[in-house]
């Protein structure tokens, strides 16, 4: 696994949340995929792609910087700031999140196997 084909995996992940693109979303979430909220809640792949498919979730905005990507194995961590705006369910989501992602490859697919998001600002 290279660094240049999850920083590529991650641009397309961001764009398909940016666009709220369901179907680039259900191909690179993994069907047991967990994912830690800022509140603490945890979701599922099919959690996230209803905030999509029903409209609650739209973002506005999305700039990515201080990636960091370390491959151990067959995996791959990252960790990404990204300056968000947008809404979900008519609640404003503004600001500055943290994001940790894990990447593993399943016949020749990257997908996102887990991850967690904080609030810096």
Same mark, same amino acid.
């Given at each position: ?13 961001? !764009?398909?949340?940016?666009?709220? $693109?369901?179907?680039?979303?259900e191909q690179?979430?993994? $069907? $047991?995929?967990?994912?830690?909220? %800022?509140?603490?809640? !945890?979701? @599922?792949?099919?959690? $996230? ?29 990252v960790t =990404? ?5 947008? @809404?979900?369910?008519?609640? %404003?989501?503004?600001? =500055?999140?943290?994001?940790?992602? =894990? ?14 998001? =904080?609030?810096?600002?």
């Amino acid at each position: 696994m290279e660094k240049d084909l999850i920083v590529n995996a991650e641009i397309e992940l961001l !764009t398909a949340v940016k666009n709220a $693109d369901v179907s680039v979303l259900e191909q690179i979430l993994h $069907d $047991d995929l967990l994912f830690n909220l %800022p509140d603490g809640q !945890t979701i @599922t792949k099919e959690f $996230d792609l209803n905030s999509y498919r029903s409209g609650k979730m739209k973002i506005d905005s999305l700039e990515a910087s201080d990636q960091i990507v370390n491959i151990i194995d067959n995996l791959a961590v990252v960790t =990404v700031s990204v300056s968000l705006n947008g @809404t979900y369910d008519n609640n %404003p989501i503004n600001g =500055v999140f943290k994001y940790i992602r =894990v990447w593993k490859q399943f016949d020749g697919h990257l997908k996102v196997i887990a991850g967690s998001c =904080v609030q810096l600002v």
